[in-house]
């Protein structure tokens, strides 16, 4: 009996199947990638977010005492900008006192301390430079993609809006901010992300 084998239409029939499945495999593989990348870039964006609310929470939670610094300022709170006095507690060593400013800086969110210290003229001078931005400590990038930073403050037992730090208590005391919301927008993105943090815990 004689063999009988492909025709040729039956070959262009087997190659256009096979070409078929080859493309539908790679649109498949290509969207599977494709999902990867976008889904570890999603992952370093928020990892981004977390490092920097991390410390920003540490700075918050070592910020000084008034009563500690001869009754000086230990906060500013402004929209895009925030500047704080915190402890820095050193093994075998007294504890000193810096100023950590964070600024957003062209959709960065940035962040910048001064040299710790205990010499409280040193202190008032990195106070005023770091309100006037002319501090010449170089500023560390925590984020990018940030469009604004608004911050409220926790006083009395309320939401206070930017530039409120304290509120007059009895007796002529100044009662302070205990907490912070600090609310980022994203680049591109409707949402807001929002963080609050207690001030004076650690």
């Known amino acids: 009996m004689k063999s009988r084998g492909f025709t040729l239409i039956e070959l262009l029939v087997a190659i256009t199947i096979?070409?078929?499945v080859a493309v539908l495999g790679w649109r498949g593989l290509d969207t599977?990638?494709?999902s990867r990348v976008a889904l570890n870039e999603e992952l370093e964006h928020t990892r981004g977010l977390q490092l920097a609310f991390a410390q920003m929470q540490s700075d918050a939670g070592h910020i000084a005492k008034r009563d500690d610094l001869g009754r000086r300022e230990v906060l500013s709170v402004q929209p895009g900008r925030l500047t704080l006095v915190r402890?820095?507690?050193t093994e075998n060593q007294p504890s000193r006192a810096q100023v950590i400013a964070y600024r957003i800086d062209a959709g960065v969110?940035?962040?910048r301390e001064s040299v710790a210290t205990r010499d409280l003229k040193e202190l008032d001078a990195a106070w005023t430079a770091a309100l006037t931005d002319k501090?010449?400590?170089p500023a560390?990038?925590?984020?990018s993609g940030i469009d604004e930073m608004a911050i409220r403050s926790w006083v009395d037992r309320d939401w206070r809006p930017a530039g409120t730090e304290g509120v007059p208590g009895p007796?002529?005391?100044i009662i302070p901010a205990t907490g912070l919301e600090v609310s980022?927008?994203?680049r591109a993105r409707p949402e807001r992300l929002i963080k609050i943090f207690l001030l004076g815990t650690a």
């Open 87 to 89: 402890m820095v507690f």
């Open 109 to 111: 969110l940035t962040r």
């Open 18 to 20: 096979m070409a078929i």
């Open 32 to 34: 599977i990638i494709r």
């Open 171 to 173: 007796g002529g005391t």
């Open 140 to 143: 560390v990038a925590l984020h």
């Open 184 to 186: 980022l927008q994203l």
């Open 135 to 137: 501090a010449d400590v």
